[in-house]
């Protein structure tokens, strides 16, 4: 298998990755970056590369709907970058 020297990027979560646990119990991306959508996924906690936000205009009322605190940390940008704990 060959392999190429270039960044990857995945949205969302890096395909083969559990969203919500990490676990990758099979192929999987490794990921340089990851922008991922709506809110921050649990399974990305111990991703160790850049890690975006991506605002996608979901409505604040669906988060109401769903009993999920949010605050729309975007201002006018459509990404954020997500500042992890640096004691990890």
Known sequence: ????????????????MIATTGERPGPAVEADSVLTLALPKTGLAEFDGD???????IP????DALDIPY???????YRIELVRDSRR
């Open 71 to 77: 605050s729309n940390p975007f201002d006018d940008a």
């Open 51 to 57: 890690l975006w936000l991506g605002d996608i205009a």
């Open 1 to 16: 298998m060959e392999t190429l020297d270039a960044t990857v990027v995945s949205l969302d979560v890096p395909s083969g």
């Open 60 to 63: 604040a009322g669906v988060y």
